[in-house]
Structures are given as structure tokens and as C-alpha cells.
């Protein structure tokens, strides 16, 4: 059984995902959490924690570091990920997402950490063609959907599972399509910053979305939890990317996208949302990859989730809403990163 007082070792303490896990951890009075850094990571999303994590400056792809880190650790939440859809991040990819897993569960093994909570994605699940509805149990596939991501984050858990083959007890999350606020130029909240900016475009596709604070929230569960060895799909519920976008748009009193793109107009789209990078100085936000599954439906099944963890999702308009009334304050304030409050259920 935990105690507070056990050494919980973080990475990806200072990214999105991350850097809510610490704040529920020291929210729920763990005395002892540690988090590994890079000498160059922004310290943004946990400023008003920093002072309450030991911080370990690190690489999880330098393996000599990463052992002298995790000397008397008790338990992991691995939250480091290099989230890309871009074709040149392919190398980093595997080595940070995979390789840097693989360090990590050979270290646990070796070291006997009591458990590991691995931060997935649903990226990582196979996708049948026959069938659209996903669950924990469909099996990975060969497919023109699966971007370089997602292979990362699948070669990635087969990592952790062989650790659970050599003794290792985890527990694997895999969250949908994760809101709410962080860095506004990066990852799903770039969505908000692209809207406001007057992106005028949406897909057909339709997909899963999940709250960080409810990832955060599990991942901080599983410590205590006695299940192991198994995945949870976490996803609050499916959304078409234009339901997405017109309440995106409506929060921030910003006008809905309303031109829905054509398979024939993608490289119309792809050209013109690469003029806006060039002018802005910011990586394009349409990749080939995105735009190839922007018109896919793949719906989530998060059963497992609500029954075994008895998990109540946030309302992802309650996410949106919220991390619109932030975005808003940060706008006046040369777009300053900001973090959600936690929620309490």
C-alpha cells in the first residue's frame, strides 16, 4: 500500500500532461515527489509547485543519469512524450518515446519500482478497418493511419509490457485527445490560438477527447489503485473536429470555422496554413499526417475507465470553456502559459 511519504519519481513534469500529475500529487499530500528536467525545459506550468518537487536534471535517454535518478524510488509516472506529427521529428520520436521507455523499464525491473503508470495514448491502439468503435482489446494493425506518433507510442508500450513479463507491476493510460490549458503554442491547445487567429477551416473526422486534469487525476489513482497490468482508455466522449472548433469559437467570441475542407482541397489548405507558419515564424500546423486522418471517425469505447476506476469525466465543454476564459487573460498577457484549477472529483 502507498504512503504519502514514498518516493514518487515524475517524468515529464514540466510538459502538459506532466506538470498537472505533480500538482495533484502535491495536492493530495505526497511529501516525496521527484521530477526529472532538461537543463533547457520551461518551468511555466509549475511555478507555483516548483518549490515542492525535488528536481533531477536529466535525460530519459541518457540511461547512466536516468539510474543515479531513480536510486530509492518507490513508484513512476511516466509522462514523458514527444508528441509530433511532423515527418522530420521521425528519429526523435523513436528515441525519446521509445528508447527512452525502454531505459525506463529496465531500470524498474532492476531496480524493483513497486509500479509504473505509463501515459499512453489511444494513438497506440490498433485501429480496425471493419469497424470504427476501439476498445482496449482491439490489436495494433498495419495501417496508413498510423502516423509515426502513434507507432512510437505502440512500440513504446510493448516496452512496458515486457516489463510486466519480467515482474514489473503497471498500469497503462491511454488518453484520447487531451484539452485544456498549457503552452498555447503547442499541442491541442494550439487549437484555441489557431481559432482566434481566424483558422477558418474543418474535417469530417471525428474522435475522442479527455480533460488533462482527468488524466492527471487517474494517472495519480493508479498509484493506489490495486488493478496492474492492465490499459484504461480515457475519453470523456467523441466530437466531430467542427463541434470541437464551433465551441472553441463561441467561448472565445471568435467567428466558427465554416469552410469544410474537401479531400481535394487539402493541398489548398496545407499551402495556405504554410504562408500563415512562414509569416508567424511557427511550425505549420496542417501535416500531411493530420490532414490524413482529419477525415477519419474513430470512436472511443471508455467503459473500462467509468466501471473498473469509476472515473467521472469533466465535461469537455466545461474543459473548453474554461480553457477559453483562460486563453482570453493570456492573450492580454503576450499569451502567457496558464494551467487549469484541479478539479476535486
Not at 513512476?76 to 526523435?92: C, N
Request: glycine letters at 6%; aromatic letters at 10%.
Amino acid at each position: 500500500m502507498i504512503q504519502k511519504s514514498d518516493n514518487i519519481f515524475v517524468t515529464g513534469g514540466t510538459g502538459f500532461i506532466g506538470s498537472y500529475i505533480l500538482r495533484y500529487l502535491i495536492d493530495r499530500g505526497y511529501t516525496n515527489v521527484f521530477a526529472l528536467r532538461r537543463n533547457d525545459s520551461r518551468m511555466d506550468l509549475v511555478q507555483t509547485i516548483e518549490d515542492r518537487v525535488q528536481w533531477i536534471t536529466g535525460d530519459i535517454c541518457d540511461y547512466f543519469t536516468l539510474e543515479d535518478a531513480l536510486q530509492g524510488k518507490d513508484y513512476i509516472i511516466h509522462a514523458a512524450a514527444l508528441v509530433s506529427f511532423q515527418a522530420a521529428d521521425q528519429e526523435r520520436l523513436h528515441q525519446i518515446n521509445v528508447e527512452g521507455t525502454a531505459n525506463l523499464v529496465n531500470l524498474a525491473v532492476d531496480l524493483g519500482i513497486k509500479k509504473l503508470i505509463h501515459i499512453s495514448s489511444i494513438a497506440a491502439i490498433g485501429r480496425k478497418e471493419e469497424s470504427n468503435i476501439i476498445d482496449e482489446d482491439v490489436e495494433w494493425q498495419r495501417s496508413k493511419h498510423n502516423s509515426n506518433y502513434a507507432v512510437s507510442k505502440y512500440l513504446a508500450e510493448l516496452e512496458v509490457w515486457r516489463g510486466v513479463s519480467e515482474g514489473l507491476s503497471v498500469a497503462i493510460l491511454n488518453p484520447a485527445n487531451v484539452l485544456g490549458s498549457g503552452f498555447w503554442a503547442e499541442g491541442t491547445a494550439r487549437t484555441f490560438l489557431q481559432i482566434w487567429n481566424g483558422f477558418p477551416f474543418y474535417t469530417s473526422g471525428l474522435t475522442g477527447y479527455v480533460d488533462v486534469r482527468d488524466v492527471a487525476r487517474c494517472a495519480v489513482d493508479m498509484l493506489h489503485s490495486a488493478i496492474q497490468n492492465e490499459r484504461f482508455i480515457l475519453s470523456e466522449s467523441d466530437y466531430t473536429y467542427q463541434e470541437i472548433f464551433r465551441m472553441i469559437a463561441e467561448n472565445l467570441n471568435r467567428k466558427t470555422p465554416a469552410t469544410k475542407v474537401r479531400h481535394w482541397m487539402v493541398p489548398f489548405a496545407r499551402m495556405m496554413d504554410l504562408l500563415k507558419s512562414r509569416i508567424s515564424g511557427r511550425r505549420p500546423f496542417l501535416s500531411r499526417e493530420i490532414t490524413r486522418n482529419a477525415f477519419q471517425e474513430w470512436k472511443y469505447d471508455s467503459q473500462r475507465s467509468r466501471e473498473k476506476l469509476l472515473l467521472e469525466y469533466i465535461p469537455i465543454e466545461q474543459t473548453i470553456r474554461e480553457t477559453a476564459q483562460q486563453f482570453i487573460q493570456a492573450q492580454k498577457n503576450n499569451l502567457a502559459p496558464a494551467v487549469l484549477p484541479l478539479s476535486k472529483k
